[in-house]
């Protein structure tokens, strides 16, 4: 047995056979940052979670759940008018006339009350009377006694003349010389109703006297006649 047997082995052998230290230390130091890595994300979604909470007032411990929270919520769409028309109307509405038409009775009835309603002719309020014509006085209605007297007159005429009787107004105001006061002065302010004129004063007064003015009239006491375009003597 020799010396040689008992000798450690050369050094440079027993590091080849040893485990490498460095290698198993590289390995540890990854899965370190790896763990710190995984505890960094999950406190940061720990952390969103709650300032998530604190904000919206929502207590959802799910990821998904946090995730469609932060989202806007689609409103509740709303409702849609139905597009079908308004039923149509029931029968009797129907039945109506259209508005603006008037029946053919009613539309005629309407023109006779309107036609009625028309005042007739009372003459002009200040005729041209020539030499020759004659009017009879049927009645007079002096402007200065507190009366309508225009009104009393026309009305009056208007009477005579829906009888038949062709009475007219004037308002005498001095220029018919033949229209005189007791004192052979003109007449003025002074409506008169009269019918004519005539040829003549017998004319004038025949129609004056004739039943159909007294009856218009009601009992007329008397017919003065008078030609206008001539002063009374």
Request: glycine content about 8%; some cysteine.
């Amino acid at each position: 047995m020799t010396h040689l047997d008992h000798r450690k082995p050369p050094a440079r052998a027993a590091r080849r056979n040893a485990p490498t230290s460095h290698g198993s230390g590289r390995k540890k130091a990854n899965r370190s940052h790896s763990a710190i890595g995984a505890a960094v994300v999950a406190g940061a979604a720990m952390v969103a979670a709650f300032a998530f909470i604190l904000t919206n007032g929502r207590s959802d411990s799910t990821d998904d759940s946090i995730r469609t929270g932060s989202l806007p919520q689609a409103s509740t769409p709303a409702v849609q008018p139905s597009s079908n028309p308004t039923p149509a109307a029931s029968g009797k509405a129907d039945r109506k006339p259209p508005a603006g038409k008037t029946a053919p009775g009613k539309s005629t009835a309407s023109t006779r009350t309107t036609t009625s309603a028309t005042p007739p002719d009372t003459g002009s309020q200040s005729p041209v009377f020539r030499r020759g014509q004659w009017i009879a006085v049927v009645d007079s209605y002096p402007t200065d006694a507190g009366i309508p007297a225009d009104q009393l007159a026309r009305s009056l005429a208007a009477k005579m003349i829906a009888a038949g009787v062709p009475a007219k107004a004037l308002l005498a105001n001095g220029q018919y010389p033949g229209l005189a006061n007791s004192n052979l002065e003109p007449t003025i302010n002074t409506w008169i109703v009269y019918v004519g004129p005539f040829p003549s004063a017998d004319a004038a007064n025949a129609l004056c006297v004739s039943t159909k003015t007294q009856q218009a009239y009601g009992s007329l006491p008397a017919c003065p006649t008078h030609e206008p375009a001539k002063a009374e003597n």
